[in-house]
């Protein structure tokens, strides 16, 4: 069996005839949509566009990765595999192994960096914000590109998990069957609705932020949730995401002759580091208020109170907050 990693953060090689797993030269139509395909057909994604940092739009259809055929194949199998649990809805999901929905969530998620990274490469284009020239950011882009391996080699996370996954519940209205992603490169975010089923992703973590979560995770956890509260609750893991401290390395266990697999131990880059970086109610709000665009609640109504900000997901004694009614603040 091969065992071989591939790291094309080494040199920074994202050309479009490499393939992304591995980096086997591929032909112009080896490619794969960087949005599995059954969620393109499902909620009619095609032709809908996709904005980057640089400004340029792409659509869906228009999103691919050069893959070569063995690796394409171990793609349709993730998919195969959580297309099927998505039938069920968040049961589904909920029942699949964490690692599958982390490599399938990782795969889009990859997808979309490289399509950045390459577009930075481009002399004629110059973005606002560059994701590729902060040497912390590569050294976490690599990190997490040796968690993905997993999609074509044998690979053992060994006594940790690399990333903290919420699902929630949303209560269902009378629109239409609806898919919506968010995420954000440098905190490694990812998120997506599927239907009344939002999955919200911290790809690089360890799972610190679910351990740091677990007194609002409790509250939530199992609750049917009003839109306006699952658009808070995304805040809050963003927000924790971004004030996160720490970025894990993985190595390799030595391998011995009779191994069918490897192994990947873990430790964090700084163990005298701050795990988390205070929590900030003014930082916190604005980030929240961006979450409540389609309500037009405003930073200042937020911070009312600045000691308490406002929140339709929990009360005042921290307990969830069964959302029938609710009022913004009047500046």
């Not at 609002?216 to 049917?224: D, F, H, S, T």
Request: proline residues 6%; contains cysteine; negative net charge.
């Amino acid at each position: 069996m091969d065992f071989r990693l591939y790291d094309p953060f080494v040199n920074m090689t994202f050309s479009s005839h490499a393939c992304f797993l591995c980096g086997t030269i591929v032909s112009d139509d080896e490619r794969i949509p960087v949005f599995s395909g059954w969620l393109q057909k499902r909620y009619d994604l095609g032709q809908k566009k996709l904005q980057l940092l640089d400004q340029s739009t792409l659509t869906f259809t228009e999103m691919q990765i050069p893959c070569c055929p063995v690796c394409a194949e171990k793609v349709a199998e993730l998919d195969q595999k959580v297309e099927a649990a998505s039938k069920t809805g968040l049961p589904g999901l909920q029942a699949l192994e964490e690692k599958t929905l982390f490599l399938w969530l990782a795969r889009m998620f990859y997808g979309i960096l490289v399509t950045e990274l390459k577009t930075e490469q481009n002399p004629l284009i110059k973005p606002e914000y560059s994701v590729g020239e902060n040497p912390k950011m590569l050294h976490k882009f690599q990190s997490f590109f040796q968690l993905m391996q997993a999609i074509r080699v044998p690979i053992e996370f060994d006594d940790f998990t690399p990333c903290s996954i919420f699902m929630v519940e949303l209560q269902q209205g009378e629109q239409k069957t609806e898919f919506n992603y968010r995420d954000d490169l440098t905190t490694m975010m990812f998120s997506l609705q599927l239907d009344n089923v939002l999955i919200i992703a911290n790809l690089l973590d360890n799972g610190f932020l679910k351990k740091a979560m677990t007194p609002v995770w409790r509250e939530v956890e199992g609750k049917v949730l009003h839109p306006i509260q699952a658009a808070e609750f995304s805040a809050r893991v963003y927000y924790a995401a971004y004030i996160f401290n720490l970025t894990p390395d993985y190595f390799v266990r030595r391998q011995k002759p009779e191994d069918t697999h490897l192994i990947y131990d873990t430790l964090v880059d700084d163990i005298t580091a701050t795990i988390f970086n205070p929590w900030e109610h003014s930082v916190y709000a604005t980030a929240l208020e961006k979450f409540w665009l389609p309500w037009q609640i405003s930073r200042n109504q937020i911070l009312q109170n600045p000691e308490s900000p406002l929140s339709f997901l929990l009360d005042a004694e921290g307990r969830f907050r069964e959302l029938q009614e609710w009022e913004v603040p009047v500046i």
